[in-house]
């Protein structure tokens, strides 16, 4: 149970598999700057989604903001947004 109770922690932390096999390893507490090193590892990946989620609902909200100003108009903006690509969302300092 223990065991269990520790990987659906680590899973809830968003840890995968493979990593929490390696904390597995160096559960003995003896390894904890390795243990460490991980976990800053996936602080990185964790801030690096979160820079792509901030990007991304920027993007969304002005064009949902766009399409709330458009009345009268057929072209919805949203569909001309997609189809023109988002070089904004790719790139953040556009």
């Given at each position: 149970i223990d065991r269990l109770t520790f990987v659906?922690?680590?899973q809830q932390l968003g840890f995968s598999?493979?990593?929490?096999?390696d904390l597995l390893?160096?559960?003995?507490g003896a390894h904890c700057q390795e243990a460490s090193a991980l976990a800053?590892?996936?602080?990185?990946?964790?801030?690096?989604?979160?820079?792509?989620?901030e990007r991304i609902e920027k993007?969304?909200?002005e064009?949902?903001?766009r399409c709330h100003a458009q009345q009268g108009?057929?072209?919805?903006?949203l569909?001309?947004?997609?189809?023109?690509?988002?070089?904004?969302?790719?790139?953040p300092r556009e």
């Open positions: 659906k922690t680590a598999l493979d990593e929490i096999s390893r160096l559960e003995d800053e590892h996936k602080l990185g990946d964790v801030r690096e989604k979160i820079d792509r989620l993007v969304l909200s064009m949902v903001d108009n057929i072209t919805c903006p569909i001309a947004s997609l189809h023109e690509g988002l070089r904004e969302a790719e790139d």
